[in-house]
């Protein structure tokens, strides 16, 4: 059973960087594609980046240039590089894994606050 641990998340001012972690487990990561969403009050669940099984990356265009997402097969842990940070970033951020078949699976979310 696929499980999503997020982690790494916290408050930040403006022009700062975070790097948040999302630990699976339960299944082969290898064959995963991995995916990093937002919700902020009142705003729908965004996908903010994502990462196929073979690396390739895209991402929204509110964060391109300024986020970068990575993973790592040895550890079953997927990244998300956050530069340049803006207010308008402050969301929880949810890992998501998609199974071959399509199922997704999510994280509990970890929040994170852009704020001077």
């Known amino acids: 059973q696929v499980q999503l641990v997020e982690s790494g998340g916290g408050l930040v001012q403006p022009g700062g960087s975070l790097r948040l972690s999302c630990e699976f487990s339960g299944s082969i990561f290898s064959i995963y594609n991995m995916g990093w969403y937002r919700q902020a009050p009142g705003k729908q669940r965004e996908l903010v980046a994502s990462?196929?099984?073979?690396?390739?990356?895209n991402y929204a265009d509110s964060v391109k240039g300024r986020f970068t997402i990575s993973r790592d097969n040895a550890k079953n842990t997927v990244y998300l590089q956050m530069n340049s940070l803006k207010p308008e970033d402050t969301a929880v951020y949810y890992c998501k894994a998609g199974s071959p078949i399509r199922i997704g699976y999510w994280g509990q979310g970890t929040q994170v606050t852009v704020s001077s």
């Open positions: 990462i196929t099984t073979v690396g390739s990356t």
